[in-house]
């Protein structure tokens, strides 16, 4: 079992910037990947960034040269650092564990954290 929780988001202007945290507990040895979703009023819930036990990045294009995702293994946790707001980065973000699980593998959310960016 793998528990997540989010935490960073807020209320800021276009332009400016937010670090979004994710804090894993449990059994983290066996996360495969951990990143980043978000979920706009109405819309599905989409990837945003990733990042595996191996250290391979992925970033939408979307946000591709305004959104990082980096980790810090000593203390299980992953941000999402994120430049030059848009209103249309406004979402729920959710963070997410791939977790190993013998021959599968098995996701895990966290509750989420509301990012709103106004213009």
């Known amino acids: 079992q793998v528990q997540l929780v989010e935490s960073g988001g807020g209320l800021v202007q276009a332009g400016k910037s937010l670090r979004l945290s994710c804090a894993a507990s449990?059994?983290?040895?066996?996360?495969?990947?951990i990143g980043w979703y978000r979920q706009a009023p109405g819309k599905q819930r989409d990837l945003v960034a990733s990042?595996?036990?191996?250290?391979?990045?992925h970033v939408v294009d979307s946000v591709k040269g305004r959104f990082t995702v980096s980790r810090v293994s000593a203390k299980n946790t992953v941000y999402l650092q994120m430049n030059s707001l848009k209103p249309e980065d406004t979402a729920v973000y959710h963070c997410y564990a791939d977790y190993n699980v013998t021959t599968t593998t098995r996701r895990f959310w966290g509750q989420g954290t509301q990012v709103t960016v106004s213009s």
């Open positions: 990042i595996s036990s191996g250290g391979k990045i």
């Open positions: 449990g059994s983290t040895a066996g996360i495969l990947v």
